[in-house]
């Protein structure tokens, strides 16, 4: 079943032109629809980037957190928490997955901050993702990537009054 980009709070077709706007560069790739990392494994080799994933997350005190990190860093949502300071880590649900960052499972991006408000999330990013040269990410949609560098990305976030926090991730490690 095809995700219904009509309902979405922005179609990829205006990220892209939002991206265009701010000046910012970046590759477009379109492939088959991939829902995680196993999966993606075949497009990965034909994009020269650092390849990401992304989690969804809720506290049991109901702080919604989007955690951008490489696809092959190992995380134990435990000490996740206690990195973050927060208790109590779980998945968002669908629902609130596209209330608040309005995309659908297995499309969940960094640039989906452009369709939530600061206050409703907390955006962290990988410390060692950011220190590479290009980093790939859906446009909202999980049957293309883009390719942009990292401070491109801060730069879109920031215009969306987005801060987010940066982190060395290997203190989560299983």
Do not use: C, W
Request: cysteine-free; proline content about 7%.
């Amino acid at each position: 079943m095809e995700n219904d980009i009509s309902i979405m709070p922005m179609s990829p077709d205006l990220l892209l032109k939002a991206l265009d706007k701010l000046d910012i560069s970046y590759d477009l790739h379109h492939h088959e629809a991939v829902f995680t990392v196993a999966e993606s494994e075949n497009v990965d080799r034909e994009i020269d980037a650092h390849h990401t994933r992304n989690m969804f997350l809720r506290t049991k005190k109901k702080q919604n957190f989007l955690i951008t990190l490489s696809h092959y860093t190992p995380i134990d949502l435990k000490k996740l928490g206690h990195a973050l300071d927060v208790k109590g880590f779980s998945f968002g649900s669908p629902d609130r997955l596209m209330e608040i960052l309005g995309v659908y499972p297995g499309s969940v991006t960094p640039v989906s901050v452009a369709n939530a408000n600061p206050a409703d999330i907390t955006i962290v990013l990988e410390e060692k993702m950011m220190r590479a040269d290009k980093i790939a990410v859906h446009p909202l949609i999980n049957t293309m990537t883009i390719v942009l560098t990292p401070p491109d990305l801060l730069k879109f976030m920031g215009y969306y009054n987005h801060s987010p926090v940066i982190v060395d991730l290997d203190i989560a490690a299983p």
